[in-house]
C-alpha cells in the first residue's frame, strides 16, 4: 500500500475544503431578510442604519445597491427592520406617521428637517440615540452619523414620529 507524501497532504486538505465555500454573492437583502426581524424592531432597524454608512447619496435612491436619498434610506432601513406603512418621500412621510414631542425621542424615531422658513419638510432621518441620527445628507455625501448637538441641525430639527407597531 502507498503512502502520500507529507508534503500532498496539504493540498488535499485545501482541495477537500474547497468545496466549503459559497458561490452565492452577498446581498444585504439576504444577510438581513424582513421576515427576521419581526413587526417592527427598532435595535435590528439601528443595526441596519450603521450598516448602511458610508453609502453614496443618490436622489431617488432606495436600496444600498443603488444609494439613497434621505428619505430613501427613511424607507429601506424600515422596511428591512419589519415595519410596514411607511410612505417613500419626506412629505409623505412627514404627514402620514404619527408625530412625538421631540423631548421624547427614541432609538427609531424619524426625525424631520426644514430648510426654508415655512412649508413642509425637505429632509429626514432616523434617530439611534444619545443626541445622534444617521441620514443621507446631499449630492456628493454619503450615508453618515450626525449630532443634533450641531447647531445646524439643532435649528433646523422641527418634528419627530414614531413608526408603527
Do not use: K
Not at 443603488?66 to 434610506?73: K, Q
Not at 428637517?113 to 413642509?120: L, T, W
Not at 441620527?133 to 435649528?155: E, Q
Amino acid at each position: 500500500m502507498r503512502r502520500l507524501s507529507p508534503a500532498i497532504l496539504p493540498f488535499a486538505c485545501l482541495l477537500l475544503l474547497g468545496g466549503c465555500a459559497t458561490t452565492e454573492p452577498y446581498t444585504h437583502e439576504a444577510y438581513y431578510p424582513s421576515s427576521s426581524a419581526g413587526p417592527g424592531d427598532r435595535a435590528h432597524l439601528v443595526r441596519l442604519l450603521h450598516d448602511a454608512v458610508g453609502t453614496p447619496y443618490r436622489y431617488g435612491g432606495d436600496t444600498p445597491r443603488s444609494g439613497f436619498d434621505c428619505s430613501g434610506l427613511v424607507y429601506w432601513s424600515t422596511r428591512m427592520a419589519g415595519y410596514r406603512g411607511v410612505p417613500r418621500t419626506v412629505e409623505q412621510q412627514y404627514r402620514e406617521l404619527r408625530h412625538v414631542p421631540l423631548r421624547r425621542l427614541r432609538a427609531g424615531d424619524v426625525l424631520f428637517f426644514r430648510f426654508r422658513r415655512a412649508g413642509p419638510p425637505s429632509h429626514d432621518g432616523i434617530y439611534i440615540g444619545h443626541g445622534r441620527f444617521i441620514h443621507s445628507p446631499a449630492t456628493g455625501g454619503r450615508v453618515r452619523v450626525a449630532s443634533l448637538h450641531n447647531p445646524f441641525w439643532a435649528r433646523h430639527l422641527i418634528a419627530a414620529a414614531r413608526l408603527p407597531g
